[in-house]
Nanobody
Framework: VQLQESGPGLVKPSQTLSLTCPVS??????????WSWIRQSPGKGLEWMGL???????YYTPSLKSRTSISRDTSKNQFSLQLTSVTPEDTAVYYC??????WGQGTQVTVSS
């Protein structure tokens, strides 16, 4: 299985961050896989943001739940992240991850005007 994040590297404050993760070598609907978004901000540890499972169920970390949405497109075998009302504190490297691996290579997203 391979994953690769894609999306804009620069987002303005108050806008919505949108990333997509196409998956190759395996189906996102395979039981019992789960697909997560994880980020790492400068100088901070890894933060799990949320996941979508093989059945399309979603789970979010409480601190980000009000701003986060994870969805999927089974026809394209990909899943996506939307984070609304971003601030500079959302600047981070964002990773898409299959439950027990692998990870995508990560994509830098900077929030700045």
């Amino acid at each position: 299985v391979q994953l690769q994040e894609s999306g804009p590297g620069l987002v303005k404050p108050s806008q919505t961050l949108s990333l997509t993760c196409p998956v190759s070598g395996g189906s996102i609907t395979t039981s019992y896989y789960a697909w997560s978004w994880i980020r790492q901000s400068p100088g901070k540890g890894l933060e799990w943001m949320g996941l979508i499972d093989y059945g399309g169920n979603t789970y979010y970390t409480p601190s980000l739940k009000s701003r986060t949405s994870i969805s999927r497109d089974t026809s394209k075998n990909q899943f996506s992240l939307q984070l609304t009302s971003v601030t500079p504190e959302d600047t981070a490297v964002y990773y898409c991850v299959k439950d027990d691996g692998p990870w995508g290579q990560g994509t830098q997203v900077t929030v700045s005007s």
